[in-house]
């Protein structure tokens, strides 16, 4: 299948977008200006450490773009659910120019090879800067058993998460149903189809399936004043009267 652009989507962690959706307008810009320059930096390091163009015989030759990459960005500020998400798509063109002039087609799979280290990236740029400028520290959160955690704002609830979490509940059921499918699914003969046990490349696979199924239909538009105070109201009513905010 040709490959015309890659989508990378640059969103912080929870806590972040938290204060971002429900702090003052200072704590709000802050963490607007973070997210820039992450974005920027990953960016910088993809064109000047990562892309490459081949050419040549069968590729042979490499060669790093001559003016950098070509890419259309989208930001967002709401996930289909309706709750706070700030997050960026950036599409980026897989066309661009040698030092001759000429142009070429960026190693795609170069690009692929390098998504978790660009999204590591943008996670310890974006979390170190904010802390630095609101004066916060970060902590860490267990998502799941057995792996790495993931780097939070300390002193956030960490309930408010399960509080914008409503789609990710949605696919996780959904994913329990169609791997029980998987597994018990048989042919004309009463045989398994497949493995008994449901591999990653299967539930990856099965996890796409699980996001389509389950996905709403995009909310009307909202201004950010309205955005803000649904949020705040809704953060509010989910923590019960005398909860803490971020202020």
Known sequence: MKVTGVDLVFRPQPTLYLLWALGDDETRRVVEDVHEFAIAAVLAWTETDVAVIRYGARGI????????????????????SRMPLLHDHLLLSVKSQRPDGTWGSVHTEV????????SALYNEIVMAQACEALGLASEPRTVTAGRRPVMEVAGVPHELIGWTSRRSEQIAACLTDLKREYVTATDDDGNLKFAPEVSEPARAKLNRIAARKTRPAKPQPRSPAQLRDDWRAGARAFLAAGAHLPS
């Open 61 to 80: 030759y490499r060669t790093r773009p001559a003016h950098g990459l070509a890419a259309a960005r989208f930001p967002h500020y709401e996930a289909r």
């Open 111 to 118: 690009l692929y090879e390098n998504v978790v280290a660009a």
